[in-house]
């Protein structure tokens, strides 16, 4: 299947500082990102559908300004974490798809703000 | 909205033993349905996937079925070990190539 890299797979930030995550499809052309995350004891929740060139479309309940996500080129989709604290530590994981239906997975994103 | 469910929430077992976990979603329109595997702290690791015209998908010790009809998946763990202790998450890609997952099942193997 296609390789979705997501990095960095953990990070620890104090708290009001911004974290970058990148999530790169490295062998096709990724027309749509999807963001999730995963609060402990929980399972997978969309955050954020991103299209490239176009703004992301967020989850009712997840906050636009904090979570910026940017998808500037077909290989490429970032979030940012703005003012990070530690009720933001969770689980992030990105997912890519082309034209076609199938997506793929990045690793995923440990972060811990303290 | 598809809602995706999986049943036990917890299961401990002893090992050797054969085991069933539950999945069920509420939109039969799905394009195809995964089973991932999460250890504490860590990613997903992708164990089956079972495209939507599919029946089944086998990998060793496991075995998916998928009935999309009535919206229900298993896996089926046989022979189980302590280091299948995990939890263990499905989830249905959408059309829109959006996954919806399931709340999971954390499995304990007893030595």
């Known amino acids: 299947g296609a390789v979705v890299s997501q990095h960095p797979s953990r990070v620890i930030c104090k708290s009001g500082t911004s974290v970058k995550i990148e999530c790169r499809s490295l062998?096709?052309?990724?027309?749509?990102m999807f963001w999730y995350r995963q609060f402990p004891k929980q399972s997978l929740m969309l955050m954020a559908t991103?299209?490239?060139?176009?703004?992301?479309?967020?989850e009712q309940g997840v906050e636009k300004d904090k979570f910026l996500i940017n998808h500037a080129s077909l290989t490429l989709s970032t979030l940012t974490v703005t003012s990070a604290h530690p009720e933001d530590s969770s689980f992030y994981i990105c997912?890519?798809?082309?034209?076609?239906?199938?997506?793929?997975f990045g690793q995923g994103t440990r972060l811990t703000v303290v | 909205k598809q809602e995706v469910t999986q049943i036990p929430a917890a299961l401990s077992v002893p090992e050797g033993e054969n085991l069933v976990l539950n999945c069920s979603f509420t939109?039969?329109?799905?394009?195809?349905l995964q089973w991932f595997r999460q250890d504490p702290g860590k990613g997903l690791t992708s164990l089956l996937l079972i495209q939507s015209s599919q029946r089944e998908q086998t990998s060793g010790r496991l075995n998916a079925s998928l009935d999309k009809s009535s919206g229900r998946s298993t896996l089926y763990i046989a022979a189980s070990q302590p280091g299948d202790s995990a939890t263990y998450l499905c989830?249905?890609?959408?059309?829109?190539?959006?996954?919806?997952f399931g709340t999971g099942t954390s499995l304990t193997v007893i030595p």
């Open positions: 939109d039969s329109a799905i394009y195809n």
């Open positions: 989830a249905v890609l959408s059309g829109g190539g959006q996954f919806y």
């Open positions: 991103s299209n490239e060139g176009s703004k992301a479309t967020y």
């Open positions: 062998d096709f052309q990724a027309t749509t």
């Open positions: 997912s890519a798809k082309d034209r076609a239906t199938e997506a793929f």
